[in-house]
């Protein structure tokens, strides 16, 4: 199924809101929450590991480097704001299984 994600527009990049659940047993793409990409991680929200997974899970997923990919908002909250830079797409369009 393809999801549909809106994004705004940066200098850089594109900017997303993403819904973060650590402790799951899998890592991936649930579909959206909102306006908010909702994303499972196995990785803790301690010591900024999940933060750190979820920058390298968005790396895979849309083809940039990691450095790439920057919390901008909401690094200890369930609920970021993340910036890819590089990455100018008309659509921002993902397959996910469900």
Known sequence: MKIKIPFERTANGVLIKVKVEPRSSRRKIVGLHGDALKVKLT????????NEELIEFLSEIFGVRKSAIAIVRGGSSKQKA???GGFKPEAL???IEI
């Open 43 to 50: 990785g803790p929200p301690v010591e900024g590991k999940a």
């Open 82 to 84: 993340v910036e890819i």
């Open 93 to 95: 369009e993902i397959e």
